[in-house]
């Protein structure tokens, strides 16, 4: 029981750390989200630490149009 609230610990941990990487390359202030943007906020959250060590996660995502 002690080691999975440690895991749990670590895991919350984790992604506070790759959410203010996010928040410091300002990927919160965008007015317009679309699905990339939104891709790329959740693999850097997803990422935590390591985007201090050179990990830099993008998401480009492309959506069918619809036909006219």
Do not use: F, H
């Amino acid at each position: 029981m002690r080691g999975t609230s440690i895991l749990g610990v670590i895991v919350v941990i984790w992604l506070v750390i790759g959410a203010i990487a996010a928040g410091q390359r300002g990927y919160y202030s965008g007015d317009d989200t679309n699905c990339a943007e939104a891709g790329t906020i959740l693999v850097t959250i997803v990422a935590g630490p390591l985007n201090y060590i050179g990990a830099n996660p993008k998401i480009d995502c492309k959506l069918p149009e619809p036909s006219k």
